[in-house]
């Protein structure tokens, strides 16, 4: 946006301390100009961590990135036992 300014509208409506609304007035020669988005801009990239990924991120205080998706089953030889270090198999089904 070029060429604004603002003004402050509705001050009396406003709770003192919680937000302060505000308007923006423009003039006739004045105007908003949208960026074009080409869809071949945006990236859709799937990427499936391996294990070690995983162990890693889970061995420190981050968080684990989202994944889109439902977790269908987990498979590996021994699941049951928690010092486990075997691999394991995630199936998920993504959207």
């Known amino acids: 946006m070029r060429h604004f300014c603002r003004v402050p509208s509705y001050k009396h409506r406003s709770t003192t301390g919680v937000y302060q609304a505000s308007g923006i007035s423009f003039k006739k020669e004045r105007c908003i100009a949208l960026p074009t988005l080409k869809s071949s801009q945006i990236t859709t990239d799937t990427r499936v961590l391996q294990y070690s990924e995983y162990l890693a ?36 089904m993504l959207k």
Do not use: E, R
């Open 57 to 92: 991120l889970a061995n420190t205080n981050l968080q684990l990135p989202d994944v889109v998706g439902q977790l269908l089953s987990v498979q590996g030889a021994n699941l049951q036992d928690t010092t486990s270090t075997q691999k394991i198999v995630m199936f998920l």
